[in-house]
Structure formats: structure tokens, C-alpha cells
């Protein structure tokens, strides 16, 4: 398994006592699956993205990105770990508005201590993977509100992470772009081996996961078809 959380329990203070945003959650995510996690606001699908990105240690638990136990690393460990093994499509793709489409992979590159000019290569190639070989060149104002999500998942691909998460991506989408988008997640998860987690309200095109789980309350449970 490249994810794997094993009983996780996440509490965050609330005046006087606290409340419990994950309750012993267990979750396997094998190498090359998509995984979607639906639930209502507020529910715990942000937390579990969280957790599972290491931006936030958990009470109880386990947590494990390509077989390495997060909770016996340091900080800076898991800041390591995050730029190696975990790649996170955010709501909002965030595209530097001075940079290109290849440029806007480039830079992760370079924020990874890497020669930008050493990973143009792999960047085009993602591009091409996501259907953008031919926008390259183009500035974020030049992309459909589509194609820069399709950037923002190239992006985050670039360091070949174990496992994508991915924040609710086909909420700033119509339906026609929302579906390609999700077969694309679901393309790239086989044919890269990332073990993907993807949190979203929308059910209209889960039948694209390999796997649905729904969060309520804290809880993870499978999913009842919509």
C-alpha cells in the first residue's frame, strides 16, 4: 500500500473541552487506485486530507506514505517526505499569473532543489499527459478554467510522488469539464502507480474511483450509491 491510515483519531479544541474531527479511521490506498472520499460539509473529508498530506499529526494512530511511518519523523522528516512522496491538488490551482503552463511545473522543481531546466522534460511530458502539449507556452489568463486544473494536477506530479491528494476538483467546473477531469485522475492514477485520495461533494461521477468511501461525523464508512 502507498497510504495507509491505520486507527486515526484527530481532536481540535472547542472552549472547554475538544471535538473529534476523525474517529479511528482506517484507510488502505494501493499504488496505481483512486479513491473518493465523499461526505457534507464539515463532516471530517479535510481532516483526512490533511492527516494524510502530514500537514497535521493526529491524536492516535498511524499513519504510512510508501511504508515509511510518519509519526517517527520530525518535522523537517516530514517536510522531506511531503516533497519526495506526496503530491496535493489543492481546490484552487493558484497558477503563478507570470509564469507558463511548463513554468508552473518548472518551479516545483526548483523548490525541490532541482534545476528547472533539468526537469523541462518531464514537465512537457506531464503536459502532454494531461492533454496540454500544445499550451505550454500559455499564461494562466490564457487557460480555460479546465485546462488550469489540468496544470495544477501536472503540478503536482512533477516530483513523481507515491500518493496524489486531491481537494475537491471538479467544484469550479461544469459538468462536461468535471467528468474529463475525473477520467483523467483516474488515467494518470493506473498508468503512474499514485495511490490517489480525492475529497468531494459532487457524487456525479464517482463511478470513475476504484473505491468510495463516505465520512460522516468522523467516521469513514463505504459508500451508498447516490
Known amino acids: 500500500m502507498s497510504l495507509v491510515l491505520d486507527a486515526v483519531t484527530l481532536t ?13 479511521v482506517s484507510l488502505a490506498v494501493p499504488a496505481g487506485t483512486l479513491t473518493a472520499v465523499v461526505g457534507p460539509s464539515g463532516s471530517g473529508k479535510s481532516s483526512l486530507l490533511a492527516v494524510a498530506a502530514t500537514l497535521v499529526t493526529p491524536d492516535r494512530g498511524r499513519v504510512l506514505v510508501a511504508g515509511t511511518d510518519t509519526g517517527a519523523l ?4 516530514r517536510a522531506e517526505l511531503r516533497r ?23 518551479v ?11 526537469v523541462r522534460g518531464r514537465a512537457l511530458e506531464l503536459l502532454d499527459a494531461v492533454g ?14 479546465g485546462q488550469r486544473q489540468r496544470v495544477n494536477i501536472a503540478r503536482a506530479l512533477v ?10 476538483p471538479t467544484s469550479a467546473l461544469d459538468h462536461e469539464r468535471g467528468a474529463a ?8 492514477a493506473g498508468e503512474r502507480g499514485t495511490a ?4 468531494t461533494h459532487d457524487r456525479t461521477h464517482l463511478s470513475r474511483a476504484d473505491r468510495t468511501v463516505a465520512v460522516r461525523d468522523g467516521r469513514l464508512s463505504e459508500a451508498v450509491p447516490a
Open 132 to 145: 496540454l502539449a500544445d499550451l505550454a507556452g500559455r499564461r494562466p489568463h490564457r487557460l480555460s478554467g
Open 108 to 118: 516545483m522543481a526548483h523548490l525541490s532543489g532541482r534545476s528547472p531546466k533539468a
Open 12 to 24: 481540535y479544541p472547542d472552549g472547554d473541552g475538544r471535538i473529534t474531527a476523525l474517529d479511528s
Open 159 to 168: 516530483n513523481e510522488p507515491s500518493v496524489l491528494l486531491v481537494d475537491e
Open 84 to 106: 519526495e512522496h506526496i503530491g496535493i491538488v489543492f481546490q484552487q490551482p493558484n497558477l503563478l499569473p507570470s509564469l507558463s503552463a511548463v513554468e508552473q511545473l518548472q
Open 74 to 77: 520530525t518535522p523537517a522528516g
Open 181 to 188: 477531469v475525473m477520467d483523467l485522475l483516474a488515467r494518470l
Open 196 to 199: 490517489t485520495v480525492l475529497v
